[in-house]
């Protein structure tokens, strides 16, 4: 089993809908947990981070987080076509008093005008 | 302007032969990180370093070697012995005050070998 999973997609709305992406991991110790945003040829970019339960909300962006069901979602609202990329979802794994993040393969969003 | 930069953005060479990607980042961040990502894949861990003079291997070092010499430099060396070099090579920098966790990517360096 993978740490982190996601769908590949490709997930295709239309522009002004929610787009909803979700992630699950499997360390139960997990505690952080980040989407980034990767444009096709490009490098990743932070858009949100969460560390506990519930909602947090940033603009059109809303992570949620369900440790007991460990997954960690994302949505956007309001998607517009600049939203299409690629939504790599990452978890920290702390070994030995080092950090690392573990990146899921990614779910490619289009967001149709 | 603050960042991390890495030269060059595209890098051809023969197979056979070494080369050095390089990662500089003037953002004062202890730890260093280096990834691959192949087509329609995440990022694999490679090495990292958090503090100078000190590093771990991470999830798929065979083939690569690091150094860190100066805090805002760790270069990547992609030796002959990595069975397929071609990829897109990401450094990654992170603080460690503040927000501990958030790591922050140059622009990558995309490598083909023939």
């Known amino acids: 089993q993978k740490e982190v999973e996601q769908n590949s997609g490709p997930l295709s709305v239309p522009e002004g809908a929610i787009a909803s992406l979700n992630c699950t991991y499997s360390?139960?110790?997990?505690?952080?947990f980040f989407w980034y945003r990767q444009y096709s040829g490009k490098s990743p970019e932070l858009i949100m981070f969460?560390?506990?339960?519930g909602d947090k909300e940033d603009g059109r962006f809303t992570a949620q987080l369900n440790k007991a069901s460990q997954y960690v979602s994302l949505l956007i609202r309001d998607s517009q076509p600049s939203d299409s990329a690629t939504y790599l979802c990452?978890?920290?794994?702390?070994?030995?008093?080092?950090?690392?993040?573990?990146f899921g393969s990614g779910t490619r969003l289009l967001v149709r005008p | 302007d603050g960042g991390i930069t890495q030269s060059p953005k595209y890098l051809f060479r023969k197979e056979g032969q070494n080369v050095t990607l390089s990662c500089e980042q003037n953002?004062?961040?202890?730890?260093m990180y280096w990834y691959r990502q192949d087509p329609g894949q995440g990022l694999r861990l490679i090495y990292y370093?958090?503090?100078?003079?000190?590093?771990q291997k991470g999830d798929i070092a065979e083939g690569y070697s690091v150094s860190r010499e100066k805090k805002e430099s760790f270069p990547l060396t992609v030796t002959s012995a990595q069975k397929n070099p071609t990829a897109f090579y990401l450094c990654?920098?992170?603080?460690?005050?503040?927000?501990?966790?958030?790591?922050?990517f140059g622009p990558g360096t995309r490598l083909t070998v023939t």
């Open positions: 990654a920098s992170r603080a460690g005050t503040g927000n501990p966790y958030e790591q922050y």
């Open positions: 360390d139960r110790g997990s505690q952080s």
């Open positions: 953002l004062n961040h202890d730890a």
């Open positions: 969460i560390y506990s339960n």
């Open positions: 990452a978890v920290i794994l702390i070994m030995d008093s080092s950090y690392k993040l573990i």
């Open positions: 370093s958090q503090i100078v003079n000190d590093f």
